[in-house]
C-alpha cells in the first residue's frame, strides 16, 4: 500500500527527522492511486529531488467524492452539531501547533521559503485561521422574517455537502487553512488538491485529521496535476461548490467546467498587478519599510505583490535611491531557507524562476532600465535576484503582466488624479496600497482605486477576521472573516402556513 518518506534535517533553524505518508489520503485511509504514478517533488534551493508522491487521476477524484458525500450523509453536516465540529477543528489546530517547526521546515524545503518565516506567518497563520472558524462552527445561523400573522417564514445557512478545493504552491498551508476552515465550520465536506509542486505540509496534515478524531471522508487529499485532477474537481456532477486559488487563466477553465458540468458555486482568487501608490507627504522611513516587503515578500511570488510603484515626482529621486539600497541589503542576505539571517529565498521551480527571467528579459529589451538585480543569484537552485526597473511605461509587458517574482517597476507621477488612473489601468483587481501622512487623502484614494483590498502606510498584511478576495480578473467571492461562511453556505427559504387565513 501507500508508502512513507522520512527526511533527515540537519540545518541551522531545523534538526531532526520528519516522516510523511506519500500516497492519496481518501476516506480516512492512505491508498494508492487507482492508475498508479508519481510525481518529482524538488527542493528549490537546490533543484534536486527531494522525494516521490502518489499521482491521482480522475478516478481516485471519484473515489474521494464518494467518501466525501458518505461522510457528509452519515457522520458531518447537520449529523455533527457545530459544537462537535468547533471542537475538532480547535483539536486541529493544536495538533498542528504540537508540530509547527515540522510544518515549516517541509515548507522551507519543499517551496523554498525562509524558515522562521513560514513558522510564524504561514504555519502560525493557518493554524490562527483554523482557530478562528473553529469559534463560528455553531454561529452559523439564518432569520426569522416577519411576513404576516397567518404565516411564519425563517431561513436556513445549509452546507453544500462535498466541496472541492484547489490550493497553490505560493502559500500551501495558508491557503489550505483559509479553505478548510470556513468549508469544515459550515458542515461541508472536503476533495482537497495540494499543488503538485508542494504537497508535502498537505501530506503531513492529514495525518493529523485521524488524530484530531474527524470521522473519515471529512475531509480527503488528492495529490495530481491541475490539467488532471484539478479539471476532475472542476467539472465532478457531484461536487457542489469549488473554491480555487491561482492564475486567472486557470480560474477561467474552472468557472469554464463549472459551466459545462453542473454549475457548481465557484470561488476564484486569483491574479494581481497591485499598484503602490507613495505621496509627496509619505513616511520615508514607513514607506520605504512596507512598500519592499509589499513586492519581495516570499519572493515576490504574492498574487498582492505591489510591483507597480508609482511614486510622486516630489519625492521620488530620495525613494528611489533609499529603495534600491534596500534591494542591495536583501540581495546579501539571499540564501539558503534554513540559515539564520536568511531573508530571501528561491523561486519555487525551475518553470517559475524561467518565467521571472523572461519578464526581466523583456523588461529589458521593451528600455526599461535595470537600477538593481535582473540575474540569477549563486550557482544551484532557482535564486533570482531583487530586481528595480525604471523608466518603465504603461504598455510594457512588465507592468502589465502579472510576474509573480521579486521583480518591479518604479513610475513617476505629478498628480493624485494621475497616479489613481494609471493604477486602474490593469485588468486585474486584488490589491492596492497606499502610503500618505494625509488621512482624507488616503480615504479618498482607498475609495478609488478598483481592487479588494487597500492597505493604507502597510502592505500585505491580511487579518483572519477581514475578508479577502478581488475586483475585475482577480477573481469572484471572498475569504476570511465572516464573509467566507457566506461562500460555505446557500440559503433556504422555509414557508410555514400557520392559519387557514
Known amino acids: 500500500m501507500a508508502g512513507t518518506y522520512t527526511h533527515h534535517f540537519d540545518t541551522e533553524a531545523y534538526k531532526g527527522d520528519i516522516t510523511i505518508h506519500t500516497g492519496l489520503f481518501i476516506g480516512g485511509k492512505w491508498v494508492d492511486p487507482v492508475e498508479g504514478g508519481t510525481i518529482d517533488v524538488v527542493n528549490p534551493a537546490t533543484g534536486k529531488l527531494i522525494t516521490k508522491v502518489s499521482v491521482g487521476t480522475k478516478k481516485d477524484v471519484d473515489l474521494a467524492v464518494d467518501a466525501a458525500r458518505k461522510a457528509y450523509k452519515t457522520s458531518w453536516g447537520f449529523k455533527c452539531p457545530g459544537d462537535e465540529r468547533g471542537k475538532l477543528l480547535n483539536k486541529l489546530a493544536d495538533l498542528m501547533e504540537e508540530k509547527i517547526d515540522e510544518f515549516a521546515a517541509l515548507e522551507a524545503l519543499d517551496v523554498g521559503k525562509v524558515f522562521e518565516i513560514a513558522k510564524t506567518s504561514d504555519i502560525a497563520g493557518c493554524i490562527a485561521t483554523i482557530r478562528y472558524y473553529a469559534g463560528w462552527a455553531d454561529k452559523v445561523q439564518g432569520k426569522t ?218 523588461g529589458k529589451a521593451d528600455g526599461a532600465k535595470v537600477l538593481i538585480g535582473g540575474e540569477r543569484a549563486g550557482n544551484e537552485g532557482y535564486y533570482i535576484q531583487p530586481t528595480v526597473f525604471t523608466d518603465v511605461n504603461l504598455d510594457m509587458k512588465i507592468t502589465q503582466e502579472e510576474i509573480f517574482g521579486p521583480v518591479c517597476s518604479l513610475i513617476k507621477f505629478k498628480t493624485e488624479e494621475e497616479a489613481i488612473e494609471m493604477a486602474n489601468n490593469t485588468s486585474y483587481g486584488l490589491a492596492c496600497h497606499i502610503f500618505t501622512t494625509n488621512v482624507s487623502r488616503a480615504i479618498r484614494v482607498a475609495n478609488a482605486l478598483e481592487a479588494g483590498s487597500a492597505w493604507v502606510n502597510c502592505a500585505q498584511t491580511t487579518e483572519v477576521n477581514v475578508p479577502f478576495g478581488g475586483y475585475k480578473q482577480s477573481g469572484m467571492g471572498r475569504e476570511l472573516g465572516e464573509y467566507a461562511l457566506d461562500t460555505y453556505t446557500q440559503v433556504k427559504a422555509v414557508h410555514i402556513q400557520v392559519t387557514d387565513e
Not at 467546467?257 to 494581481?272: C, H, I, R, Y
Request: aromatic share 10%.
Open 145 to 362: 422574517i416577519e411576513v404576516r400573522e397567518s404565516k411564519f417564514a425563517y431561513t436556513r445557512h445549509e452546507p453544500y455537502g462535498a466541496v472541492g478545493q484547489i490550493i497553490p504552491w505560493n502559500f500551501p498551508m495558508g491557503m489550505a487553512g483559509w479553505k478548510i476552515g470556513p468549508a469544515l465550520a459550515t458542515g461541508n465536506t472536503i476533495i482537497l488538491k495540494p499543488s503538485e509542486q508542494t504537497p508535502l505540509t498537505a501530506l503531513l496534515l492529514a495525518d493529523l485529521f485521524i488524530r484530531a478524531g474527524f470521522p473519515p471522508g471529512v475531509v480527503n487529499i488528492v495529490n495530481g496535476y491541475g490539467p488532471v485532477v484539478g479539471q476532475a474537481i472542476s467539472e465532478h456532477p457531484l461536487i457542489e461548490k469549488v473554491a480555487f486559488t491561482g492564475s486567472t487563466l486557470v480560474g477561467r477553465k474552472v468557472l469554464k467546467a463549472s459551466a459545462e458540468s453542473n454549475l457548481k458555486v465557484v470561488t476564484l482568487e486569483l491574479g494581481g498587478k497591485s499598484p503602490t501608490l507613495i505621496f509627496n507627504d509619505a513616511d520615508l522611513e514607513t514607506t520605504i519599510k512596507w512598500s519592499s516587503f509589499g513586492i519581495f515578500y516570499n519572493m515576490g511570488q504574492c498574487c498582492t505583490a505591489g510591483s507597480r510603484i508609482f511614486v510622486q515626482e516630489g519625492i521620488y529621486d530620495k525613494f528611489q535611491e533609499r529603495f534600491v539600497d534596500y534591494a542591495k541589503n536583501l540581495a546579501l542576505k539571499t540564501g539558503d531557507p534554513f540559515k539564520i539571517g536568511t531573508q530571501h529565498g528561491p523561486q519555487v521551480s525551475q518553470v517559475q524562476f524561467d518565467r521571472v527571467m523572461n519578464f526581466i528579459e523583456s
